[in-house]
């Protein structure tokens, strides 16, 4: 048995489209209206997985949801011609592309069940976002369905807002071990939501049976999140023995960092300074928002945006992290520009799963064949571009259904349909 990370993918869905539906997300935002390009995304989201492929990561990705949600605009006495346009672009979003806020994920080391546990994120601060649960919910019992390796719950209950990973790290000597895992919720964000609940946390940390001694909850900086760091994987990674973070990502940080050190003393924290790089550098670059994974060969690489080669203060302070003799070794920019213009990174369109591969369904593992395979699909199915008002065209909505049944089909996965 091969206990290892593997990365599960969101592919970018046919719905893909900018609707401005994020308030506190600021690339939502700014790019409210914008016309999309649903193919070149799904795309960008494929050559990523084929990066880590090749740098030697086991992947692997999780199907589109069904969009528009005609279900949840039947239980709103609605439908797509006649719903507001911001209920129309909620049932539309391709949201469930950034896995991060998929699910928690606390490996079987780290639980008293000896099974990795997956609680899947009730995200629910915002509408479009809100109803992704059970879609997501049917998948990971799928994918995850062996009883003798894998627990999976259902959703947090209301009221309490739970977005997944993407408040969620661990540390830990290395993946096969037993970790510390960091719950990062918000109290306030300023303007903005404050989406991750310290009570949903503190209910995943229960049901997924960790030890409390080692166990942290952590609050996220009031400033960060008013910044638009809607999520803590904005400002702060983790991998193995390394924290890397802002020097601003929590309210408290040097009680932060003090408690990871009582608990974890072997733990490296690489802190960005923000007279080095500001919140809103960190946030416009997506710096953080990296993938920090350990490669076979026992180097750490970051496997960040453009966006982050495209910013001189980023950029310049990378360099000299990596002249230096820190625990990260490599860069790896990838293209993922067109989710980057709703706030979604490369960590973002991931979720981690520590576990043995061979104990997966194997539909949802990667290679490079599969993946040519799904980017046919998608290079056949999935429309080259879509504007808002397109939204409420029938044509537009039967493309979609179409090119999500086709992937599924071509990937064996037509229960999911
Ligand atoms: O929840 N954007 C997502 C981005 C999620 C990023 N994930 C992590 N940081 N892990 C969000 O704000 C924008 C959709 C729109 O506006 O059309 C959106 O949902």
Known sequence: MTITEINFDGIIGPSHNYAGLSPGNIASANNAGAVSAPRAAALQGIEKMRVNLRLGLVQGFFMPL???????????????????????????????????????????????????????????????????????????????????????????????????????????????????????????????????????????????????????????????????????????????????????????????????????????????????????????????????????SGEMALILPLEAKENIHVWSWLQEMIAGNGPIRRLVPVDVRESMANGGGPACLRLRVVADPAAVDPRFIADEPKLDIIAAVIGQYWPESIAPDQLADPALVAQVKAARAALLNACGLDELA
């Open 66 to 296: 069904d969009r528009p949600n005609m279900a949840w605009l039947t239980g709103l006495a609605t439908d797509i011609a006649s719903a507001p346009p911001h209920i129309r672009a909620a049932a539309f979003s391709a949201s469930a592309m950034w896995a991060a806020n998929a699910a928690t994920v606390s490996p079987a080391t780290d639980c008293n069940s000896g099974l990795c546990h997956l609680s899947p994120a009730n995200l629910l601060t915002m509408a479009h976002r809100s109803h992704e649960w059970p879609g997501t919910l049917a998948q990971l019992k799928l994918a995850f369905a062996d009883p003798q390796h894998f627990a999976v719950h259902s959703a947090v209950p209301p009221p309490y807002g739970d977005e997944g990973a993407a408040n969620h790290m661990r540390l830990c000597a290395s993946h096969a071990e037993a970790g510390l895992e960091i719950f990062v919720y918000g109290k306030s964000g300023g303007p903005y939501p404050a989406r991750q609940h310290i009570e949903a946390s503190k209910a995943i940390a229960r049901r997924h049976g960790l030890d409390p001694a080692r166990t942290l909850f952590v609050q996220q900086s009031e400033i960060a999140i008013a910044a638009g760091a809607f999520h803590n994987d904005v400002v702060a990674v983790a991998n193995e023995r390394v924290l890397f973070t802002h020097e601003q990502a929590f309210e408290n940080p040097q009680e932060a960092y003090a408690q990871i050190k009582a608990l974890m003393p072997e733990a490296e924290i690489v802190i960005v300074p923000a007279n080095r790089i500001s919140l809103a550098d960190a946030v416009q670059s997506y710096l953080f928002n990296a993938q920090l994974v350990t490669l076979p």
